[in-house]
């Protein structure tokens, strides 16, 4: 009677993945870590991202590490480097992921260090400093050279080993450790007693320790996930979630919310049982296996569709599941009204050949049973309902396969869409597209963008679309499969492009990504779908347009989603795109995994001799028999004529022993029904075959009219009557200042660019900076000048309306360099970058560098012949521009901050304050039809 009642009212059943079910009773019991996103329009890992930063920000780090340890990892996920992500990235990849050795904490380093330190120094006593450094130093010779110096580091390490107080970055001279390890020992090595004295006080192993990237990684994460925790409920991974439940239903306190849950749900039915692991079932049968529930469990499920030992299936969990049911409350589900009969026959006779069918330790082993064949449907045709066939290589396997299915719907009328070739992995399905012959879709339950280059190809078109002034990001994808262009090709029509994607961007904002993206295919698609994945990528880039334009309608909140893609896509079951096809005239290729729970009329079982490593063989056959349980009227088997190892078919051999040979195998299994089962004895020969393509329609939008971009720069040379060159012509500097024109400009900035992201103290490599980059130009011979400079700019006092501080003060993480922007204004285009940007204490700032000449002396460089200069050359109009794009960038991370402006005159900064002249506060907002935001 409830089974009936709970039928009657099916259309109010509750629907659940494992994930969702746990999520939902976090949601309504547990609201201490409820999963509601607290900003909406942001997805679950971009608020996870703004989380992650806030700590870094705060360097909480600094609670479980020394900053010399987090300065390691900064080394190895350096933002700076295009063959490493950044550690937010790899944080956000991994937040979700448990952290099994961690750092001992910071007190055990210290007291370890004080230790070590104490024991060294009473042996240090009587051996001088300077000959202590000596012998580390010849020492050196007697190993072999590394790619690295470390003259400066040993100098620095005595000078901390012999000083009263330790220092954990005793333990942080990597380069010294690597150095003097024992198997970069030449043979001219003599002992040195220096050496000795750091070996015998494990010196390199405590330093390997404290080293150790990984564990350093590790600590960093799992303080975070506490960080999240503490800060953002709703942090929790959906492998998290099961965890999580776990514990919280089997504490004291949830017992009212278990008995809400026992009642609430009285028919509870847990389908593909077989791919359910321990932590699953814990929650399961602490809900619905309880003598306390009065409503009905049914747990369906079939160990031999067991396929998911990669996801944590666990057929001992199963079993053991099933053993708790007395035997009268086991059903059998043995009829089969998918296949023919004939077909169902044939399968049955292919796998009772297996004995046991599946062995389980502690279990007792499981025999193959028999389906009942109970579909009413009928097919017949020229080979047996499982028929195998031969071939020598992909090539030759794929054109059989085309020639097969063109003869199954001619003479047969059986639709291509309703035929599948089922593969082992994503791999094996691209290599059959680049040989198949006939129209074919790769049909997936989920993405395979991170598989091909859709994600970022997608990427680079919008991010070119969104920043057309970039010339790298346009370059991007220029150099594509989308454009198929060279480097020289790019270069010499770099404005044209530029202009190009300019139009594109309008278009973009008025008619979507979906849109655009078929515009820019009406003249870019003949060259992708040139490629060999070409026609695949067309197919995942407009769905991923389509799904993106679904989200949000402005392109750069699209962007953002982009951006995280491979993260959100990760958890996110909305990101999750489904890539079936329902064409009837395109052949369907899917992988085995992908195909459970699916039929097809016809199904080519390429996947099942392919080899695959670390895969056990009851998996293989297990993966076999729901390829062939897939068929609904006849199955197709291949067999290669080169030996294949580790694959299903060759396990299968195995099981059913007395065999040498899968052919020898298929003869005796034709010998025995040869109504069920066939061979094609060669491979037929193949004919082209010839296909009529019709051109792709082509939008009637038309393209906007270019227009031509301009800068400050340029206008002002078009003002001005005489050439760039010959504008300080008539005057001559002394030694004692930098020579006069553009060039000077350039370099300057360069150098200034790169010496901001060093330590401003440390001379000898802002010297490495300045050094190579004057080298044969007209600069070279002012080094010293230039350091000088370089010093005086650092030490400089900036006075601001909000504070007073100098460039030395502020975070090298809360600086952008070089940061470009577009806006128009009056119908025209113009385009800036602003040299520095960054934040201290919670205000921003904007850093305009200028070397022009006003006069010899600093004091021909006051504030008020800086305002005379700054109105005449209308850069008081260009600064509050600069201050507009901040301020509408700052806006999309929900910051309303002012922005402040100050243009420092490198040739006139002295102690009196000349040099520098900040902007005045300005309410009114200049005359700017559209702005883009700077990003960087």
Not at 581 to 598: E, F, R, V, W, Y
């Amino acid at each position: 009677m409830k089974i009936r009642n709970a039928m009657a009212t099916v259309d109010q059943m509750s629907i659940f993945t494992i994930h969702g079910f746990c999520n939902f009773v976090l949601q309504q019991y547990f609201p201490g870590v409820q999963l509601r996103p607290q900003h909406p329009a942001l997805t679950h890992t971009q608020v996870i991202s703004r989380h992650i930063q806030d700590y870094l920000s705060q360097d909480l780090w600094k609670q479980v590490m020394s900053t010399e340890q987090f300065r390691l990892l900064t080394i190895r996920y350096n933002v700076t480097s295009k063959h490493t992500i950044s550690l937010i990235e790899k944080l956000l990849s991994s937040y979700g992921e448990e952290s099994p050795s961690l750092l001992p904490s910071l007190q055990h380093v210290q007291e370890t260090l004080n230790l070590w330190h104490r024991q060294l120094s009473s042996h240090l006593q009587n051996f001088p400093k300077e000959n202590f450094y000596s012998q580390l130093l010849q020492c050196a010779k007697g190993f072999k050279k590394q790619p690295f110096s470390i003259d400066e580091d040993l100098s620095v390490f005595v000078d901390l080993l012999y000083s009263p107080l330790p220092s954990p970055k005793l333990f942080s001279f990597t380069k010294l450790a690597q150095t003097f390890q024992e198997k970069h020992r030449l043979m001219r090595y003599r002992p040195c007693a220096a050496l000795d004295l750091l070996q015998n006080a494990s010196w390199q192993k405590h330093t390997e320790a404290f080293c150790n990237v990984d564990l350093i990684f590790n600590t960093l994460l799992y303080d975070i996930q506490n960080y999240l925790k503490r800060h953002y409920t709703p942090w929790i991974s959906p492998d998290e979630s099961i965890v999580v439940l776990e514990k919280l239903l089997s504490s004291p306190e949830a017992q009212r919310i278990v008995s809400s849950l026992r009642e609430r749900y009285q028919l509870v039915l847990i389908d593909e049982f077989q791919d359910t692991d321990k932590k699953q079932w814990n929650i399961f049968s602490l809900l619905f296996a309880h003598e306390n529930f009065s409503g009905s469990l049914f747990l369906i499920g079939d160990p031999k569709q067991s396929i998911y030992e990669w996801r944590n299936a666990d057929l001992p969990t199963y079993l053991k599941a099933k053993s708790s049911f007395p035997k009268h409350s086991q059903l059998y589900l043995l009829n089969n009204y998918r296949s023919t009969p004939k077909l169902m026959h044939a399968i049955n006779h292919l796998f009772q050949k297996i004995s046991p069918f599946l062995e389980i330790s502690g279990y007792p082993p499981i025999e193959y049973s028999p389906l009942i064949p109970k579909a009413l449907h009928e097919f017949s045709s020229s080979h047996a309902p499982i028929h195998f066939f031969p071939y020598e290589d992909r090539v030759s396997q794929a054109l059989w396969i085309s020639s097969e299915a063109l003869h199954l719907q001619k003479h047969h009328q059986i639709p291509l869409g309703n035929m599948a070739i089922l593969v082992s992995d994503s791999s094996q399905a691209f290599d059959f597209i680049t040989h198949c012959s006939l129209p074919v879709s790769f049909s997936k339950k989920k993405s395979v963008l991170h598989l091909t280059e859709t994600y970022l190809l997608t990427l680079a078109m919008l991010e070119a679309l969104l920043f057309p002034e970039n010339y790298e990001r346009i370059s991007r994808v220029l150099l594509s499969s989308l454009f198929g262009l060279s480097a020289s090709q790019i270069s010499q029509e770099k404005e044209r492009f530029t202009t190009y994607f300019l139009s594109l961007r309008s278009h973009l904002f008025q008619h979507g990504l979906l849109a655009t993206f078929y515009f820019l295919c009406s003249t870019q698609g003949e060259t992708l779908l040139s490629t060999p994945q070409g026609d695949l990528i067309f197919q995942e880039m407009e769905k991923l347009c389509s799904y993106l334009d679904s989200l949000s309608s402005h392109p750069y909140q699209q962007l953002l989603h982009l951006q995280f893609f491979s993260e959100t896509g990760r958890w996110e079951e909305e990101l999750a795109l489904s890539l079936h096809a329902q064409d009837p005239n395109t052949l369907k290729i899917t992988t085995i995994h992908s195909s459970k729970g699916l039929e097809y009329d016809v199904v080519f079982c390429i996947g099942l001799d392919t080899h695959k490593k670390n895969k056990s063989p009851s998996e293989s056959l297990r993966e076999m028999y729901v390829a062939c349980t897939r068929a609904k009227k006849q199955l197709y088997i291949p067999l290669s004529l080169q030996k294949q190892h580790s694959s299903a078919l060759s396990h299968y051999l195995q099981a059913v022993g007395s065999y040498a040979t899968l052919e020898e195998l298929v003869t005796h299994l034709i010998q025995e029904q040869p109504e069920l089962f066939s061979y094609s004895s060669e491979a037929p020969s193949f004919s082209p075959l010839n296909f009529d393509f019709l051109p792709p329609e082509t939008f009637s939008l038309s393209l906007p009219s270019p227009k031509k971009i301009y800068s400050f720069s340029s206008v002002k040379l078009l003002d001005s009557q005489d050439p760039p060159e010959s504008l300080h012509s008539s005057i001559t500097l002394s030694k004692t200042h930098l020579p006069l024109g553009k060039k000077t400009g350039l370099l300057m900035h360069k150098i200034l660019e790169e010496a901001l992201l060093m330590p401003h103290s440390d001379l000898s490599r802002i010297r490495s900076i300045i050094y190579p980059l004057v080298q044969n130009t007209h600069l070279e011979g002012y080094e010293p000048m230039i350091e000088q400079l370089l010093t005086t700019v650092f030490s400089f006092p900036l006075t601001f309306s909000s504070q007073t501080f100098t460039l030395e003060e502020i975070s090298k993480n809360h600086m952008f360099k070089e940061v470009s922007f577009l806006f128009s204004q009056e119908e025209e285009l113009w385009q800036g970058v602003i040299d520095l940007f960054f934040k201290h204490q919670d205000h921003y700032y904007i850093i305009d560098w200028k070397t022009s000449f006003l006069g010899e002396n600093t004091s021909d460089y006051t504030p008020e012949r800086l305002r005379a200069y700054i109105q005449k050359e209308k850069l008081d109009l260009q600064g509050y521009i600069y201050i507009d794009a901040a301020q509408k960038f700052l806006r999309q991370f929900d910051i309303h901050h002012n922005v402040e402006m100050g243009f420092v005159f490198l040739r006139g900064l002295d102690t009196l304050g000349n040099g520098f002249f900040p902007l005045e506060a300005r309410f009114s907002t200049p005359t700017i039809i559209q702005k883009y935001p700077v990003y960087h």
